[in-house]
């Protein structure tokens, strides 16, 4: 509770600093925030589960206060910097720019790396969603800079639940302390996403530890100077492995040698051997390390030999998920701008407008800039709000009153989780070129920060996981598993959703193009699910990437509509007009979506119904 009261205390003083300073609406929407938290997904309920009775929505606006201040402080004045001096390789280290370094420390100090962890740990207990929310804020203001810590975390909690007590005792609490620092190393430069082949080797010691030899890529924070360790977690096999993904294990390999009194020893046999130059997050250090150059590599076996895939996938899922909010943060971003932008710049007048000497108008007046905005707008909020769904899911799965209930919300969870990564990597992605485009000649200028939203953004697709992987994992395995029991589970909340919403007459036509598309969807899902169960998985598979498309327009017009019957009820209970403003924004957003987007699905589903070959019958010979 010490924790709890701290924060609290320190939290009323930042408001009131922030509050003098007049915030601007520069990392996220706080309106549309709240309006999230407390209007559709009901944070103040989880108050009444016994993990979080000692917090209200006071302590809640209080840590989301405070993230706010340090994100527009301390975070988003060097993204630009970290951008423009992207990580040095010198003398077989990472130099980075000074900036980084208090950031990361006053994150760390504020106790977000352990925001959800129990206070009697050092934690504040927060719920995950509130966890979510606050760390959204540090995405939006810099994303490159956050990552270090998105990293450590899901390391954190991999140790947590997989590693021994003295691995513990070693690795975890430095890390909680914020001392350590963790990446995830699994990509190899010939087997790419192809987890199966990699080669690198873990030999056993007679201490008990393990000798790692080979090579891995891309791996983000790979090195750099600001924690006093580095614990990499490696995909390795041992000499017995059997072939395939089931012959992966899972080691615990630092930088820098840890003594039995938590004392650093000397440097680990890992090495930098380069850095990567990407065109995006540039002030994340992308590293490729070579594992045992030296023969004396020391490794740690976590949890038992050839189960290490299974393990990584719980920080897998954590990044994947961890990836999603981090495209929406950099839509949101762009959006904002974007609006500010438009709604600052005079150019031109209305078509009906000839005289050339009456004032320009701002060009959030055009009808085509405010389309673009809208678009914008229908992404990146319902993209959000999915996002923060999913971290309320989380939160069910440890803390709702049975097992039954915990293990169905994980069920719904898995489901969901290939589209909260995949969707909005593609579709803010979009949202952040509306946002060059609405600036005209300056958006494609690196004067603005638009472009560089655009750059980092561009690198979503890509991490954790390509759309075709994502796609394969939702059809391939996600809608069927259990018998399908996730899938009826979203039917039935869809189908709920549908129902509420039908008591609102002004919503009909935006719940009838969802429920069309969610019974089409329906019947395509179990022919597909047909051709794999009889043998064609080839066929069945082919158009995967655009089923997930399809799927996850369902999901996020079913998101909207949510918004949609809870922007209805705001609208009835208010005569401010600014409430009102915002709620009719919503529904309009919602109108966006479900009357333009999810009706143009239907072309995809004609698509996936007519097993269409024409991608799968390409041949190598005819490009």
């Known amino acids: 509770m010490m924790m709890l009261g701290s924060l609290a205390a320190d939290c009323l003083d930042s408001i009131d600093h922030l509050e003098a300073r007049s915030m601007s609406e520069t990392l996220l929407s706080s309106r549309n925030l709240a309006f999230e938290l407390y209007e559709v997904l009901d944070a103040e309920a989880l108050t009444q589960r016994p993990r979080f009775a000692d917090h209200n929505r006071e302590t809640f606006d209080a840590a989301i206060s405070t993230a706010r201040g340090i994100a527009e402080e301390l975070f988003a004045p060097h993204n630009r910097k970290n951008?423009?001096?992207?990580?040095?390789?010198?003398?077989?280290?990472?130099?980075?720019?000074?900036?980084?370094?208090?950031?990361?420390?006053?994150?760390?100090?504020?106790?977000?790396?352990?925001?959800?962890?129990?206070?009697?740990?050092?934690?504040?207990?927060?719920?995950?969603?509130?966890?979510?929310?606050?760390?959204?804020?540090?995405?939006?203001?810099?994303?490159?800079?956050?990552?270090?810590?998105?990293?450590?975390?899901?390391?954190?909690?991999?140790?947590?639940?997989?590693?021994?007590?003295?691995?513990?005792?070693?690795?975890?609490?430095?890390?909680?302390?914020?001392?350590?620092?963790?990446?995830?190393?699994?990509?190899?430069?010939?087997?790419?996403?192809?987890?199966?082949?990699?080669r690198t080797k873990a030999e056993p010691h007679a201490d008990g530890s393990y000798r790692i030899k080979g090579n891995k890529i891309f791996i983000s924070g790979g090195d750099q100077p600001i924690s006093e360790n580095i614990v990499h977690m490696v995909l390795a096999k041992l000499p017995d492995a059997p072939p395939g993904v089931k012959g992966i294990s899972l080691f615990l390999v630092p930088k820098f040698h840890v003594g039995d009194d938590g004392s650093l020893g000397a440097r680990n046999d890992v090495t930098l051997a380069g850095l990567f130059h990407k065109m995006g997050w540039r002030g994340t250090t992308s590293t490729a390390l070579n594992f045992g150059d030296n023969g004396e590599c020391v490794g740690y076996l976590v949890g038992k030999p050839h189960h290490g895939l299974?393990?990584?996938?719980?920080?897998?899922?954590?990044?994947?998920?961890?990836?999603?909010?981090?495209?929406?943060?950099?839509?949101?971003?762009?959006?904002?701008?974007?609006?500010?932008?438009?709604?600052?710049?005079?150019?031109?007048?209305?078509?009906?407008?000839?005289?050339?000497?009456?004032?320009?108008?701002?060009?959030?007046?055009?009808?085509?800039?405010?389309?673009?905005?809208?678009?914008?707008?229908?992404?990146?909020?319902?993209?959000?709000?999915?996002?923060?769904?999913?971290?309320?899911?989380?939160?069910?799965?440890?803390?709702?009153?049975?097992?039954?209930?915990?293990?169905?919300?994980?069920?719904?969870?898995?489901?969901?989780?290939?589209?909260?990564?995949?969707?909005?990597?593609?579709?803010?992605?979009?949202?952040?070129?509306?946002?060059?485009?609405?600036?005209?000649?300056?958006?494609?200028?690196?004067?603005?920060?638009?472009?560089?939203?655009?750059?980092?953004?561009?690198?979503?697709?890509?991490?954790?996981?390509?759309?075709?992987?994502?796609?394969?994992?939702?059809l391939g395995r996600k809608v069927s598993q259990n018998g399908g029991a996730a899938l009826?589970?979203?039917?039935?909340?869809?189908?709920?959703?549908?129902?509420?919403?039908?008591?609102?007459?002004?919503?009909?036509?935006?719940?009838?193009?969802?429920?069309?598309?969610?019974?089409?969807?329906?019947?395509?899902?179990?022919?597909?699910?047909?051709?794999?169960?009889?043998?064609?998985?080839?066929?069945?598979?082919?158009?995967s990437a655009l089923y997930l498309k399809v799927f996850g327009h369902t999901v996020i017009g079913w998101r909207w509509l949510e918004q949609a019957i809870r922007a209805e009820q705001g609208l009835a209970n208010t005569g401010n007009a600014d409430e009102q403003s915002f709620y009719r924004g919503k529904l309009q957003a919602a109108r966006y979506f479900l009357t333009w987007e999810v009706p143009a699905c239907h072309h995809d589903l004609a698509i996936l119904e007519a097993r269409d070959d024409t991608c799968l019958g390409m041949q190598n010979a005819w490009f």
């Open 83 to 198: 951008d423009e001096h992207e990580p040095q390789y010198v003398d077989g280290g990472a130099v980075l720019i000074p900036e980084v370094e208090p950031a990361l420390r006053a994150f760390h100090e504020a106790g977000f790396l352990n925001a959800t962890r129990d206070f009697e740990h050092g934690g504040m207990q927060l719920p995950n969603l509130l966890s979510q929310a606050c760390f959204a804020h540090f995405q939006s203001a810099n994303i490159a800079t956050s990552s270090y810590s998105m990293l450590t975390m899901g390391v954190a909690n991999l140790i947590e639940a997989f590693g021994n007590q003295e691995q513990k005792a070693r690795y975890l609490q430095p890390i909680i302390d914020g001392r350590f620092f963790g990446t995830m190393a699994l990509t190899e430069p010939h087997a790419g996403s192809s987890l199966s082949d990699i």
């Open 488 to 543: 009826k589970q979203l039917l039935k909340l869809i189908n709920d959703c549908c129902l509420r919403a039908s008591e609102y007459e002004s919503l009909t036509a935006l719940r009838q193009p969802l429920e069309q598309l969610l019974a089409r969807l329906q019947a395509v899902t179990l022919a597909l699910l047909g051709d794999l169960m009889s043998g064609k998985v080839n066929q069945g598979l082919a158009n």
């Open 310 to 474: 299974s393990y990584m996938f719980q920080m897998m899922n954590e990044a994947r998920i961890g990836v999603g909010m981090g495209a929406i943060m950099l839509g949101y971003a762009g959006y904002l701008y974007s609006l500010d932008y438009a709604r600052n710049r005079p150019q031109g007048r209305q078509p009906d407008g000839k005289d050339p000497s009456s004032p320009q108008i701002p060009i959030v007046e055009h009808a085509d800039v405010r389309r673009m905005l809208l678009t914008q707008k229908a992404y990146v909020e319902g993209a959000f709000d999915l996002g923060l769904y999913a971290a309320r899911l989380f939160d069910d799965t440890h803390t709702l009153e049975t097992a039954e209930e915990r293990s169905r919300a994980l069920e719904l969870l898995d489901l969901l989780t290939p589209i909260v990564k995949s969707w909005p990597s593609e579709f803010c992605l979009k949202a952040n070129e509306l946002a060059i485009q609405i600036l005209g000649g300056h958006g494609y200028t690196r004067e603005y920060p638009v472009e560089q939203y655009y750059r980092d953004n561009r690198l979503n697709p890509i991490h954790e996981g390509t759309h075709g992987i994502q796609s394969l994992d939702l």
